[in-house]
C-alpha cells in the first residue's frame, strides 16, 4: 500500500525549533515525528511513502534514505513549487498514488496517535465508499471542524466549520483512506481538501468516518506539543510500561534516554522526555517537558512546562515555565527567570524574561 | 572636650513606609548588615574621644526590644546610653529643646544630632575639627554631600560660601534647583542653638494666642507651638548669619526610608566592614558554604556547605539554609528557614519565614545608577499609573512560602501561607 504524508513548508507555529530542522524531525518523545509516523504505515503494510513539501531540505532527505534502509520503505519527495493546499499535492503526486490501483493513505504530519491504519484500511474496504476519515472526540468542538455522520454506518452526512451551538463532538483528525477515483476530483492548483472536496463526496454518499480509540494531538505548537507528550507518555505506560524509566527521584511518566545522565537529589516527572546525552545535573526538578538532545540542565534549576532545544544550556537556579521554548543552542545564564519565554537559536540570554515574549 | 550625641528615631507614625517590616520591630532598630540600624550610628559616635553619653529621642513606647537593645549596646560600647522619649511627636527641633536640659547636662560643651534612618561613614571627628576651624566659637555644622541636579530637590539643598563653607541658604526639598549640596541628616551643635530654637517657639506660641482657633493656618500646621522642625524652621532662618556651616564629605550616605534601600545600605555598610569590622564578613572555608563578596552571617546561623551566598547577604540569627540555595543582595532575618535549591534574590526575608524547595523568591532592586557618582537612591512611591512599581519583595514574619513556586516584585504581610505564586502584588 501507499501513503502520502502532507509534510508543507516551514513549520512556523513549531518555532523556533524548526528553525533548526525540518518539522518532521523535530524529536516527539525521543523520536523524530516522521519516525513514529512511517513506523505505524510500515507495521499496517505501507511500502511506498510520498512525503509533500512545500520547503526542500537536504535534512529531511538525508534522514529519509537513512529511514528507507532501517524500515524497508521506499520513500520520495513531492516538492510543491506553489502551495498547493491540503488537496492538491494528491494531485502533484498522483502517479505515485494511482500507481499501486489500491487505497492510499493520507495524513498531516502534525498528528500523534495510536495510528489506526490497519483498522482503517478494513472499514474502507468494508464500506466501499471512495473515501474514509479518522474522527476523533474532543471536549470542545467549537474551536474545530466538525463532521456530522450516520451512527451505524459511518456516512458522513456534512462537515460544519467551528459551529456556534452544539452539532456533534466529532472532528476531522487529519487521517485519511482514498480509493484512487478520488484523484479525478483534485486538480493540480490550490485547492482545500476540507473545503471543497470533501462536501461534495459526502453529498455523493462517498465519505464515512471511523471513530478513532485513544489519544489524539495536533502537535504543531508548543502548548500543544506538550499536551500530546503527556498523552503519549500515559499510553506508553498503558501498553509498554518497560519502556519509561524509574528509579529514586522519578515521578509518573518519564522518558529517558539511554545515553542521558541524571544527578542526584533530582526529582524529574511527572511528564516528562529526556533526550540523548542530555547531563541533568544534581538538584533539578523537571516537570511536563521535553528536553532534547544534548541539551545541559545545571544544577538546582526549576522547570515546568517548557521544550529545551538540542544543545542548549540552562545554568545553575534558572527558573523556566510557562511554555517557554528554547531553540537550539540557547544559553541561558545563571538565576534567570523564564516566564513563556519564545528564545530563537544560539541567543545567549542574559536577563529574566518575567512576561511572556519571544527574544529574537 | 565633653560631648554628647542625640539620635532621633521618631516614631510608630514615622517610617510607614518600611511596613510590614516595621510591624515586628521599631524601624531604627532593624538589622542592616548584620546589626541594627542604630548601632551603626552609636559606634560612630562612641568612637570620637570625649563622648559622654548618647541619647536616643523619639516618641515610642517603652518597648521590649528597644530596651534589650540599650542594655547590650551600653555594655558593648561602655557607654551610657538613654532613651528618651517624647510626649508627642515634637519635630526634629522640637524634642531636642524639649530636652535640652538633659543634653547639656555634665557640662557637653557641644552636641551632635543624627537622624536615625540614614546610613553613612559617620565622619563625627572630621566635622569636630572643621567647626574648630571654621566659623566663631558658637557655630553649628551640617553634614553635607553632593547629591545630582534633579535628585537634590527631594532632599534639604545648601548653598555655600566656597571658601568659608558658611551655608548662605537653606531650603528643604524645593521645587526648583537651589543646590547640588544636600543635607545629610547629621548635625553638631553647640548650647547657643537652643536659644534659636526657643525663639522659634516663642514665635509659634505668639501665633497660636493670636489665631487660636486658626491652628491650620500657623507656621507649622499643628496646634502644638513645641513641634519645631530643624531643618524648615531652624536652618532657613540662620542660613546667612554667620552661624551656620557646612561641612561636605564624599563618604558614603544614603537615607534608609524604604525596604529597598536597607539592601542597599547593607552593601554600604557591608564595603565599610573590610576596614572597620573585618571579623563580620564570612570568608570561604572548607566545608564551609561558597561565598562571593560582602556576605554577614550570624554565628548561630546553620547553612549547607553547597549553598551560595553572596554579593551583600545579610544572615540573621538561627537561619537555616540548605543544600544548594543561592542568596545575592538580601537580607534574611532571624529564625527564617531557606529549603534546599531555592534561590532568593533582591529580598527581605521575614523572622521565622519558611521557604520551600525550589521556590523563587525575587525582586527588583531600586539602586541610584551606578554610572552616575552623585546619584542617590530613589523612594519610588509604591504604585505607578496604578500598578505596583516592582520593588524589592518583602516577606513579613512568620510567612510561609510553599515548595516550588515563584514570589516576584510582592510584599507579603505578616503570618500568611501562601499557597501558588504570585507576582507584583501586596498580599494582605
Known amino acids: 500500500m501507499r501513503a502520502l504524508i502532507l509534510v508543507g513548508g516551514f513549520g512556523t507555529r513549531l518555532r523556533p525549533l524548526t528553525l533548526s530542522r525540518p518539522k518532521p524531525l523535530v524529536e516527539f518523545c525521543n523520536k523524530a515525528l516522521l519516525l513514529h509516523q512511517l513506523e505505524a504505515l510500515r507495521q499496517a503494510g505501507v511500502s511506498r511513502v510520498v512525503l509533500a513539501v512545500s520547503y526542500m531540505s537536504e535534512a529531511l532527505e538525508a534522514a529519509m534514505r537513512e529511514q528507507e534502509q532501517r524500515l524497508g520503505l521506499r520513500i520520495s519527495l513531492s516538492h510543491e513549487k506553489e502551495p498547493l493546499g491540503t488537496a492538491g499535492p494528491l494531485a502533484l503526486a498522483r502517479e505515485l498514488l494511482a500507481e499501486g490501483e489500491e487505497p492510499f493513505f493520507v495524513l498531516n504530519s502534525d498528528v500523534i496517535c495510536e495510528f489506526p491504519f490497519a483498522a482503517l484500511a478494513r472499514f474502507h474496504r468494508q464500506h466501499g465508499g471512495e473515501g474514509s476519515l479518522v474522527v476523533t472526540r474532543v471536549e470542545e468542538p467549537a474551536k474545530y471542524g466538525v463532521v456530522v455522520s450516520e451512527a451505524d454506518t459511518g456516512r458522513i452526512l456534512r462537515f460544519v466549520e467551528k459551529p456556534r451551538v452544539f452539532v456533534s463532538n466529532k472532528i476531522n483528525a487529519g487521517l485519511y483512506i482514498f480509493s484512487p477515483g478520488i484523484l479525478r476530483r483534485i486538480q493540480l492548483r490550490p485547492t482545500s481538501i476540507e473545503k471543497e472536496i470533501f462536501p461534495a463526496m459526502a453529498q455523493e454518499g462517498q465519505l464515512y468516518a471511523m471513530e478513532l480509540q485513544g489519544f489524539w494531538m495536533d502537535i ?41 545522565k541524571i544527578g542526584a537529589n533530582c526529582v524529574i516527572g511527572p511528564n516528562v522526555t529526556i533526550g540523548a546525552g542530555v547531563v541533568v545535573e544534581d538538584g533539578v526538578r523537571i516537570k511536563r517537558c521535553t528536553v532534547l538532545e544534548g541539551a545541559r540542565i545545571r544544577s538546582h534549576s526549576w522547570l515546568e512546562s517548557c521544550i529545551v532545544g538540542w544543545s542548549c544550556s540552562v545554568g545553575q537556579w534558572v527558573r523556566m515555565e510557562n511554555v517557554t521554548v528554547l531553540g537550539e543552542d540557547v544559553i541561558v545564564n545563571d538565576e534567570l527567570y523564564l516566564n513563556g519565554a519564545n528564545v530563537l537559536p544560539h541567543k545567549s540570554i542574559t536577563e529574566s524574561v518575567p512576561e511572556p515574549r519571544i527574544i529574537m | ?35 541594627p540600624m542604630v548601632q551603626h550610628h552609636i559606634e560612630a559616635c562612641a568612637r570620637v574621644p570625649g563622648m559622654k553619653e548618647i541619647l536616643l529621642l523619639g516618641f515610642y513606647q517603652p518597648h521590649e526590644a528597644l530596651s534589650r537593645f540599650l542594655v547590650a549596646a551600653q555594655q558593648e560600647f561602655k557607654i551610657p546610653i538613654r532613651y528618651l522619649q517624647e510626649y508627642a511627636a515634637l519635630g526634629t527641633a522640637g524634642g531636642i529643646y524639649h530636652f535640652r536640659d538633659q543634653i547639656l547636662s555634665g557640662g557637653a560643651e557641644a552636641f551632635f544630632v543624627l537622624n536615625a534612618d540614614v ?108 513641634v519645631i522642625r530643624l531643618e524648615q524652621d531652624v536652618f532657613t532662618a540662620l542660613a546667612g548669619r554667620g552661624k551656620l556651616y557646612v561641612y561636605k564629605t564624599d563618604g558614603f550616605w544614603s537615607q534608609i526610608k524604604s525596604a529597598g534601600s536597607a539592601i542597599y545600605a547593607s552593601r554600604l555598610y557591608l564595603n565599610q566592614y573590610s576596614k572597620t ?91 541610584p545608577n551606578p554610572n552616575d557618582p552623585y546619584a542617590k537612591i530613589d523612594s519610588e512611591s509604591l504604585f505607578r499609573d496604578g500598578r505596583l512599581t516592582p520593588s524589592i519583595t518583602i516577606l513579613g514574619c512568620s510567612v510561609t512560602i510553599p515548595a516550588e513556586v515563584v514570589i516576584l516584585n510582592s510584599i507579603v504581610l505578616p503570618h500568611k501561607e501562601l499557597s501558588r505564586s504570585c507576582k507584583n502584588q501586596i498580599i494582605l
Open chain 2, 1 to 35: 572636650m565633653p560631648l554628647k550625641a542625640v539620635i532621633l528615631i521618631g516614631g510608630p507614625q514615622k517610617g510607614t513606609r518600611f511596613r510590614p517590616l516595621s510591624f515586628e520591630v521599631p524601624k531604627p532598630l532593624f538589622p542592616v548588615a548584620g546589626v
Open chain 2, 119 to 226: 546610613c553613612s561613614e559617620f565622619p563625627l571627628q572630621e566635622m569636630l575639627e572643621f567647626g574648630q576651624r571654621h566659623g566663631a566659637a558658637h557655630s553649628f555644622v551640617i553634614l553635607g554631600t553632593t547629591a545630582n541636579r534633579t535628585q537634590a530637590l527631594n532632599y534639604g539643598c545648601i548653598v555655600a560660601n566656597a571658601d568659608t563653607q558658611e551655608v548662605q541658604h537653606y531650603v528643604e526639598k524645593p521645587s526648583t534647583f537651589v543646590s547640588e549640596v544636600i543635607n545629610c541628616g547629621v548635625y553638631l551643635f553647640t548650647p547657643a542653638i537652643f536659644q534659636h530654637i526657643g525663639e522659634v517657639f516663642q514665635r509659634q506660641q505668639q501665633e497660636l494666642a493670636l489665631c487660636p482657633y486658626l491652628g491650620e493656618e500657623s507656621s507649622n500646621g499643628w496646634q502644638r507651638a513645641e
Open chain 1, 220 to 260: 504543531g505548537q508548543p502548548k500543544d506539543f506538550l499536551t500530546g507528550m503527556c498523552m503519549y507518555l500515559q499510553a506508553l505506560r498503558a501498553q509498554h510500561p518497560e519502556k519509561l524509566h524509574s528509579g529514586p527521584g522519578v515521578v509518573g511518566n518519564v522518558l529517558v534516554d539511554p545515553s542521558a
Open chain 2, 277 to 367: 569590622h573585618p571579623e563580620r564578613l564570612a570568608q570561604n572555608k572548607p566545608g564551609g558554604p561558597i561565598i562571593r563578596g560582602n556576605v554577614y552571617i550570624h554565628p548561630t546561623a546553620s547553612i549547607d556547605s553547597t549553598a551560595v551566598l553572596g554579593p551583600n547577604v545579610s544572615i540573621g540569627e538561627g537561619v537555616t539554609v540548605g543544600a544548594g540555595v543561592r542568596v545575592r543582595e538580601s537580607i534574611v532575618l532571624h529564625g527564617a528557614a531557606l529549603h534546599d535549591h531555592t534561590c532568593v534574590l533582591n529580598t527581605i526575608v521575614g523572622w521565622d519565614s519558611t521557604i520551600g524547595r525550589w521556590a523563587r523568591v525575587e525582586g527588583t532592586p531600586s539602586d
